[in-house]
């Protein structure tokens, strides 16, 4: 696999974000629409470089690490979704970008949705892989997210945990993961979106894998009927990472919803 076009720790900057700085990579063609990528909770920007060479097709890419991954510090302010579309709007107009669209996986997708209530004018299109919308104690996954533990993490992802003590400016593994934990697991106002759902009016596609036990095909479809533009896609025998599992599916997936947006648009 050739490795131009991926994300590799190296090329990019700085934004300060409060008391974090946060690490922010560009990759591709500046002429093209420009993509900003958010990866999951535990991950970092290079999750993403399996998919990352073919949309720099169609897109400029522009990936973050998140607050306390990779290569971005945490800061001292308790971590939420809602603090990082903080964070989100903070880098848009620190690089005053006067387009863009977003996709985000798991916890990326789950900020982008809180971003996209802010009704920013200048946010085209969303893309969501595994990205739950709401969480309450009844949801299937919640039992996994809430006993999920550092040790847990570090013995079941290794090379997930090697990253983080690798690029991490200010390496504290226990206290990172009880603030992700913390928030997987927030159900007050600054948690996931929920029904602020229905305040959004840009079109989401919103794939999920077929196997993935943290998104409910069931609250997928409750997130379809909330009558926006929204395309639900179910990616067959795939898991939570369904564009690793799938990559070929999610590429055209994306390109379709891409080229069908355009159209609309004309």
Not at 23 to 33: A, I
Not at 51 to 69: C, E, N, V
Not at 70 to 83: D, E, I, N, R, T
Not at 144 to 160: N, T
Request: net charge negative.
């Amino acid at each position: 696999m050739t490795t131009e076009n991926m994300f590799d720790h190296t090329s990019g900057r700085y934004v300060s974000c409060g008391a974090a700085q946060i690490y922010v990579e560009e990759k591709g063609n500046p002429e093209l629409p420009l993509l900003i990528m958010l990866h999951g909770g535990f991950g970092t920007i290079e999750d993403f470089n399996t998919i990352a060479p073919a949309l720099t097709h169609k897109f400029k890419l522009i990936g973050i690490d998140s607050r306390g991954h990779g290569k971005s510090s945490l800061g001292a302010a308790k971590l939420s979704y809602q603090l990082l579309a903080d964070d989100l709007a903070q880098i848009i107009d620190s690089l005053e970008l006067s387009a863009f669209n977003l996709f985000g996986f798991s916890d990326g997708g789950i900020t982008s949705y809180r971003y996209a209530t802010r009704k920013d004018p200048r946010l085209g299109n969303i893309i969501t892989v595994g990205a739950r919308w709401e969480m309450s104690k009844n949801d299937p996954a919640w039992a996994m997210l809430s006993g999920m533990r550092g040790d847990i993490w570090k013995q079941a992802f290794p090379l997930s945990y090697e990253s983080y003590m690798r690029l991490n400016p200010e390496p504290d593994f226990d206290e990172f993961s009880k603030a992700v934990v913390a928030m997987w697991t927030d159900l007050s106002s600054a948690g996931h979106p929920g029904a602020l759902m229905k305040q959004i009016d840009n079109e989401i596609l919103a794939i999920r894998g077929e196997k993935d036990p943290l998104t409910s095909l069931e609250s997928m479809e409750r997130l379809r009927g909330l009558g926006k533009k929204v395309r639900l896609v179910n990616i067959p025998f795939a898991e939570h990472v369904a564009f690793h599992d799938d990559p070929e599916m999610f590429l055209r997936t994306v390109s379709c919803f891409h080229t069908s947006s355009e159209r609309e648009t004309v």
